[in-house]
């Protein structure tokens, strides 16, 4: 079954990466050269290249992408097991394979991947958009992390890049990558997640540590469960004592 959409979403950027490449280089050129998010052409996110979360089916999305010259290596891939789920990757020319368009149900795209080469800033993103309503961030390589940025209301996430753990997270930080997705799948993501809420341009350090500004309710009953589990097992120690 394909890895659901969680928390830590550097896992699937370095997934992707990994796979095209012997080190990551989340500044890659040769990723998806697409800076419609700022434009609106043809659509406005979350619609990208007139496919729309939650509207456009799976098929036409396929079709959509492999009639369009730009895109290249256009594959689906196979799930590990039986599931209803359906997943496809494609390039941006020859290049890496830099996104994929993902269905849960095997007929409606649920959301929509893009790795970007650096081309739009946080900053131009912030003017168009507003600031974003939460963030997490992950230091994926030395002098390389990533900064979760969310959009609940459009909906989607950006991935701005900053220079390690000891760097910021300012307005000319790169957008190296976009998921857009369905309120469905968005509203999923906060229940299940933890985030800092947003306070500015700053250090990355000084959002990232334990003590989230907003904790979902599925991530809260996680971690009451798991708390029970503790108790119960120093119980049954003692008990054994």
Do not use: H
Not at 82 to 89: A, N, S
Not at 108 to 137: C, I, N, Q, R, W
Not at 199 to 207: C, K, N
Request: glycine fraction near 8%; hydrophobic fraction near 35%; proline fraction near 4%.
């Amino acid at each position: 079954m394909y890895r659901r959409l969680s928390l830590i979403f550097a896992v699937l950027i370095v997934f992707l990466l990994a796979a095209c490449a012997p080190t990551i280089n989340l500044l890659d050129e040769n990723n998806l050269k697409d800076t419609s998010l700022l434009t609106g052409e043809p659509c406005d996110a979350p619609c990208w290249n007139g496919i729309t979360p939650g509207e456009t089916t799976f098929r036409d999305a396929r079709i959509l992408v492999e009639d369009d010259e730009r895109y290249l290596n256009v594959e689906e891939i196979e799930p590990e097991e039986e599931t209803e789920e359906r997943l496809f990757g494609f390039s941006d020319g020859e290049a890496n394979i830099c996104c994929q368009i993902y269905s849960r149900d095997g007929e409606t795209v649920e959301s929509m991947l893009f790795l970007l080469a650096p081309e739009m800033t946080l900053g131009a993103v912030v003017d168009k958009y507003g600031d974003p309503t939460y963030l997490t961030g992950e230091e994926v390589a030395e002098g390389q992390a990533i900064m979760f940025l969310v959009y609940p209301d459009v909906p989607l996430v950006l991935y701005g890049f900053v220079e390690g753990s000891t760097g910021d997270i300012t307005a000319s930080s790169e957008i190296i990558g976009v998921l857009y997705m369905t309120e469905t799948e968005m509203q999923q993501i906060i229940d299940a997640s933890r985030f800092y809420e947003w306070e500015g341009y700053q250090a990355f350090a000084d959002y990232v540590d334990e003590n989230y500004d907003f904790v979902g309710s599925e991530a809260d009953a996680q971690d009451a469960e798991g708390e029970n589990t503790d108790e119960t097992g120093d119980e049954e120690n003692t008990e054994t004592d």
